[in-house]
């Protein structure tokens, strides 16, 4: 298939307004978007075809406020590196949609799968993240072609989220995703209109 210029304007498009959503609304993803979501991480490149990925839909509520509370007090330990108008600009900060967002997805890297027989992560046993980080790229241009939002949390105790949600010893959290439609759209990043760092160029150098 010879792709057109009106694939590379959507794909663009896609790529221009994907953002890290941490304002939602509380309405419910219809089951069959995330379906399609769950199709389109088949198509994700992993090493050796591992597909190392592990994806939890936390849908109880009690699992959800443990995942609340850890991020609460992991944000409030990452305030402490910073001082004076920095650490009040950090905690004006909204980090997360942990609350609004109707759905939760927990996304682990397993570290020993048996698919893909070890090819490829010999030199390189990282590539298994990795893998499991370009699923969840696949998922988040996925979504907004769905018109829905993706957070990606991060101030988060990995451990305690693998404790919470009980997972084999061997899965290690690569991505906390929050799921639901944007309360607004933007095409510019949170922390750039935040005036906390605009972007900056990807470097590119021939050698």
Known sequence: MELTQAHRDALQDILLWRRDVRHFLPDPVPADALERLR????????????????????????????????????????????????????NALKLAGLREAPVHLAIFTETEPKAGHGLGRQTMPEMLSY?????????????????????????????????????PED?????????????DDNDTPLLHRTAWQTNAETIWQEI
């Open 39 to 90: 199709k389109a991480m088949d198509f994700a490149p992993s090493v050796g075809n591992a597909r190392p990925w592990r994806v939890l839909h936390v849908k109880s509520q009690a699992r959800r406020d443990a995942v609340i509370r850890n991020f609460e007090t992991a944000n409030a330990k990452a305030a402490e590196v910073y001082a004076d108008d920095q650490r009040t600009a950090y």
């Open 171 to 183: 899965w290690h959290l690569t991505g906390y995703l929050c799921l639901g439609k944007a309360a």
């Open 131 to 167: 893998s499991t980080v370009a699923a969840i790229h696949t998922l988040w241009l996925a979504a907004r072609a769905e018109n829905l939002g993706v957070g990606w949390v991060s101030i988060l105790e990995p451990d305690a989220v693998a404790r919470c949600l009980n997972v």
